[in-house]
Nanobody
Framework: QVQVVESGGGLVQAGGYLRLSCAAS????????MGWFRQAPGKEREFVAA????????KYADSVKGRFTISRDNAKSTVYLQMNSLKPEDTAVYYC??????????????????WGQGTQVTVSS
């Protein structure tokens, strides 16, 4: 079974950037989708971005379009989330997740089967 581990979180000033990494291990099929979600204190977990391993099809939340970019490196079995022009409202714990069911890329957290432990991103104003 695939496992995922996030890294790269930290503290950054508004307008700055960070790159999160999600290292995947185990069997990874081209139909799998890898997603990033985030959860701020007192709020529900929300979709940020996702990418399908096989064809690099991507999907983004409206709130991050134009600022965040998701990509993957097959050789390293790693998915990245490049976050630019960060805002205080981007502050949250960011989670990487794998949807092993294939098909349309889902924005629903319930569609994702495997989750990492999360990494904190804090954007100061």
């Amino acid at each position: 079974q695939v496992q995922v581990v996030e890294s790269g979180g930290g503290l950054v000033q508004a307008g700055g950037y960070l790159r999160l990494s999600c290292a995947a291990s185990g069997w990874i099929f081209s139909s799998y989708a890898m997603g990033w979600f985030r959860q701020a204190p007192g709020k529900e977990r929300e979709f940020v971005a996702a990418i399908r391993w096989g064809d690099s099809t991507t999907k983004y939340a409206d709130s991050v379009k134009g600022r965040f970019t998701i990509s993957r490196d097959n050789a390293k079995s790693t998915v990245y989330l490049q976050m630019n022009s960060l805002k205080p409202e981007d502050t949250a714990v960011y989670y990487c997740a794998a949807d092993v069911n294939g098909g349309v890329i889902s924005t629903r957290s319930l569609s994702y089967d495997v989750w990492g432990q999360g990494t904190q991103v804090t954007v100061s104003s």
